[in-house]
């Protein structure tokens, strides 16, 4: 399984961002999937989990009424939209998909068994 993360950068507090996590190597639209972020010095957090079929999202509650968690199954993808971002946002956010399909939770990382390489978010003041 391969999961390449992408849309990171550089942007001003109150700024949008939107990452992309696009999966092969598995029948992506049987899986939950999730976003984490690890900011320097600090511990991998939970930030989003989508079920299969996108029905049903979790959100950690640092990010929550603030960034979205969306999936398109026919281009194998999810989104995390990111707005109104402080600088507290900034770290380095993963894309995992879990390892199970019909059960476990969606906040804990021991629950996701592929990760993708991360991409940085810094939010400037």
């Known amino acids: 399984v391969q999961l390449q993360a992408s849309g990171g950068g550089l942007v001003q507090v109150g700024g949008s961002l939107r990452l992309s996590c696009a999966v092969s190597?598995?029948?992506?639209?049987?899986?939950?999937m999730g976003w984490f972020r690890q900011a320097p010095g600090k511990e991998r957090e939970f930030v989003g989990g989508i079920t299969a079929s996108g029905g049903n999202r979790y959100y950690g509650d640092s990010v929550k009424g603030r960034f979205t968690i969306s999936r398109d199954n026919g281009k194998n993808t999810v989104y995390l939209q990111m707005n109104s971002l402080i600088p507290e946002d900034t770290a380095v956010y993963y894309c995992a998909v879990k390892a199970r399909k019909y059960s476990g939770s969606y906040y804990l990382e021991s629950e996701y068994n592929d990760w993708g390489q991360g991409t940085l978010v810094t939010v400037s003041s």
């Open positions: 190597g598995r029948t992506f639209s049987n899986y939950g």
